[in-house]
């Protein structure tokens, strides 16, 4: 039995991103209610509005559903608190030290994966008691590693050092490319901007559109002096570009990007000032569609793959 | 059979990339001798360096080989000269634009692929009249492209847009990398780091055994303002970084980058002030092993993956 469905209990090993703006109790029940699974986007949520999406969450599935915390976030104690009194099973954390949350999470039975963009921060993870960790490659959309390291070559490099499972992100938007990501190591795999484009997504349908619009080259990391970012060329992008253009200092750059720059890109759908975080495989999605068919398809192109020789 | 076995005339569909200061006749045939494409990297060769090398090369194997031209090449004439003179069979272009020269070498019965970094530029080769593409990811070393398309969602666009063969490049250094560059939509692969590596590359041994130390983390794209460039983070490329820091416009940067860097990196193995262009995949390489032993490890390596199911 592959090593993800054992960790957390699920049919597939596919997991959905727990994005900001984008993952509510409507997406992540519907990913694990199709045999994936589903992760509670705490990032942007108050406390009270987590609570409310886990319970919201708990009433729509009777499988194992997550959240997804980025460490960094300023009311975490009251995250951890709501998530243990709510027992949720799973929690993956991002952006931030997993120490310091990992053994409490742990000693209360929830099983706890960390994101990593780099081998360095995944023997970290591992230290830290972490079961599994995310390899999050170059590809990802939203905050992203300094090491730039892609996915193609994350995966081989994890494999090489990390003896905890793997689950593969960024730039995976197809089933060849789950399984093109399990040839290079990965146990499971955790899509974002597939489901982002999803209809149980809490997407603006704008920014949904954007995403199936979308072309190859339409993203780019940026703002790698305050944290790298990948988003879409959009006029925001523009304006960024010039303010680099115009030698902008770091200062300059965060007056420029502000406070709720993501809510109003892909919650509020302005898509021309407003944040737009999206992997670079959003070039791959062509279609919104339910999470029911999303999975129908990743499983169908995955067993359409046959063995190759050379 | 292969599409680019048949094309080359090959075993393997395994080409080693012709880089500047790396490719001679020596790594060229020996790959071309084991079963793949070996090819001369004209790049860092004078018209009639280039002709020696043909020759040796035409001495050292009885089979197909090609030669690799960056389409900027200020001598480029001559070099396309000699190669048909040579009746070299096959050329790989790089850097520039394909319409000039692939009707001239076609005429001549050579067979012309052209290494592109995305959609638009694959569209541009087909327009040409090219008989493949080599998709050459962000994770390329050396000269890359803008967009910074991994090699993980380039092959899959590559393929949804392109009907001729595809050659993957970038980021490939074993034979697991070579089996998912397969299923995510790769008729053939192009390896250049790997074959730097080799005992039979001419690059520097100190540059040799930089490559076989270094880990994740050890390289990035910089000098995106002149051409994005993949290469070691050495004394030379903190240089480059303060300089960035200070503000510097694209001619001081030009003036720092200067002449001759990457001969003096890898030619002539001074790891400090010279330009070390390598791949990301470099933290995948472990041992200097001969060209023969490297077929042996990636066809083995390659062979050991069997069929993932979920």
């Not at 703006?21 to 986007?41: D, E, F, K, Q, T």
């Not at 809510?263 to 339910?290: P, R, T, V, Y």
Request: proline letters at 3%.
């Amino acid at each position: 039995m592959n090593t993800i469905c054992k960790l957390f209990n699920i049919k597939y090993p596919i997991i959905q991103g727990g994005m900001v703006w984008n993952s509510g109790w409507r997406l992540a029940s519907a990913v694990s209610n199709n045999g994936g699974l589903g992760l509670l986007g705490a990032g942007s949520m108050y406390p009270e509005i987590l609570q409310e999406h886990i319970i919201k969450c708990k009433n729509a599935t009777e499988k194992p559903f997550g959240v997804n915390i980025p460490l960094l976030y300023p009311d975490i104690e009251k995250h951890i608190k709501i998530i243990i009194e709510e027992k949720v099973p799973i929690v993956f954390t991002s952006a931030g030290n997993p120490k310091i949350w990992t053994e409490i999470l742990k000693s209360e039975g929830i099983k706890v994966v960390h994101v990593v963009s780099s081998v360095k921060f995944a023997q970290k993870a591992l230290d830290a008691g972490v079961d599994a960790v995310v390899g999050e490659g170059f590809e990802a959309g939203g905050h992203n590693g300094r090491e730039e390291t892609t996915t193609f070559c994350l995966l081989p490099d994890l494999k090489k050092h990390i003896s905890i499972p793997i689950i593969a992100a960024g730039g995976i938007a197809t089933g060849k490319q789950i399984y093109a990501a399990m040839v290079l190591g990965a146990d499971g795999v955790q899509l974002g901007s597939r489901f982002a484009a999803s209809r149980e997504s809490s997407a603006h349908q704008n920014f949904k559109h954007e995403i199936i619009k979308s072309t190859e080259g339409s993203t780019q990391l940026t703002l790698k002096e305050i944290t790298p970012v990948r988003l879409m060329k959009n006029d925001f992008y523009n304006e960024i570009q010039k303010a680099y253009q115009m030698g902008a200092t770091t200062d300059e750059l965060q007056k420029l990007l502000g406070k709720g720059r993501a809510k109003k890109g892909m919650f509020e759908g302005n898509l021309q000032d407003g944040e737009l975080e999206i992997g670079q495989c959003a070039s791959l999605i062509d279609k919104i569609l339910s999470v029911e068919e999303i999975f129908d398809q990743l499983i169908h192109e995955f067993n359409q793959v046959g063995l190759y020789s050379l």
